[in-house]
């Protein structure tokens, strides 16, 4: 069965025969693209949401009460990133967590490390890709602000474009990416499909994604969000709907709840532009700024975008920003969102 968003409501639309009715609001030009670099993990069991609440920096509820996917984490008990998610809901007592391809085995152990003895099953899915539909011109005028507090009491990310479904495939998980609406959808899709099968009206780029991911600022997986090295407000956690500051307690909760509610997120991940050839730049790479400080590193390259973990404020105040005598420059991204007082907040 169908899972898809209805573009009018939150709540999950179980859609079976008439896929070809939920269509465009306007016309635009898509690109759907394999997430190659994703893997999908398998958790089944009557206290599957329960068991998940006490591992990831979400709400399960917000699935328990319609959502098809939520963006999360799971990290370590000093509060650093182990896991970057996208947590989906299968079906009743059943839900697929999407990670790093290269983190799987790893995501597997470590649900089954504190499964204790629940009845769970988890195991690795291995007959399913993740895809990604998107704009990949996306207009960065366009974009609108919210108010940062909706984000932790609603944290659902809504597009304003649907998709025209063909009723050609059964199984199939269409949602829009959780973490915003400028990311497109996602759909997890039988290995023996095509998503040409599925969508109508798309054309099918390779490394455009990731391109998009840099352009909004946007870090995924294992070496944009190194294990153990990331804090999860720093990669803007807080911002793209991927934590609960209402939720029971969860593994790495402390630093990540303190720092939010008396703490000053100082550094981030931002979007770079460089000017010309970054053959020459590494991952890893500082960025100083004109008095010769460090302000931040790279932490990904795609031809002349990329995207750092940067100092904020010192960054944003820079005449100038180089790597490597390279000039760089950065920007607030638009998609974030007004801050409220941590007053307000509280």
């Known amino acids: 069965m169908l899972h898809v968003f209805s573009r009018l409501c939150p709540q999950t639309a179980h859609v079976g025969r008439n896929w070809a009715s939920i269509s465009y609001s306007m016309q635009r030009n898509l690109s759907a693209e394999v997430q190659s670099n994703r893997s999908l993990a ?62 799987l085995d790893h995501l597997v152990r470590h649900l089954k490390m504190y499964k204790v003895r629940r009845k769970l099953d988890i195991k690795p899915l291995e007959d399913f890709n993740v895809w990604a ?40 998980i269409v949602t829009r990416d959780p973490r915003m609406k400028y990311l497109g959808h996602r759909l997890v899709v039988p290995d023996k499909n095509h998503i040409t099968d599925i969508v109508s009206d798309v054309e099918h780029g390779e490394e455009i994604f990731k391109f998009l991911r840099y352009k909004l600022g946007v870090g995924e997986g294992l070496q944009e ?37 008396t703490g000053v997120v100082r550094k981030r991940y ?54 490597n005598d390279m000039v760089v420059k950065t920007f607030r991204p638009p998609w974030w969102p007004i801050e409220a007082s941590k007053e307000k907040m509280n």
Request: aromatic fraction near 8%.
């Open 133 to 172: 539909v998107f704009e990949p011109e996306l207009d960065m005028d366009s974009i609108t602000q919210v108010d940062v507090e909706s984000l932790y009491l609603n944290p659902k990310a809504e597009s304003e474009v649907l998709l025209h479904l063909k009723d050609t495939v059964s199984d199939v």
């Open 225 to 261: 969000l190194p294990p153990t090295k990331c804090l999860p407000l720093e990669a803007n956690l807080d911002y793209l709907h991927g934590v609960s500051f209402h939720k029971g307690c969860y593994i790495g909760q402390e630093l990540t709840a303190r720092t939010f509610h």
């Open 42 to 103: 398998q958790v089944n069991g009557k206290e599957a949401s329960s068991f998940l609440q006490g591992l990831v920096t979400n709400d399960m509820n917000h699935l328990l009460e319609g959502a098809t996917s939520m963006y999360s984490m799971m990290l370590n008990t000093q509060g650093r990133v182990v896991f970057d998610t996208i947590i989906y809901k299968r079906h009743e007592d059943s839900y697929l967590i999407e990670c790093d391809r290269e983190k």
């Open 270 to 323: 931002m979007p770079l532009i460089f000017p010309g050839d970054t053959s020459t730049l590494a991952y890893d790479t500082n960025i100083i700024n004109e008095k010769g400080k460090s302000v931040g590193k790279i932490r990904g390259i795609d031809g002349q975008y990329g995207i750092g973990l940067l100092r904020v404020k010192e960054c944003l105040a820079a005449e100038t920003l180089t790597a």
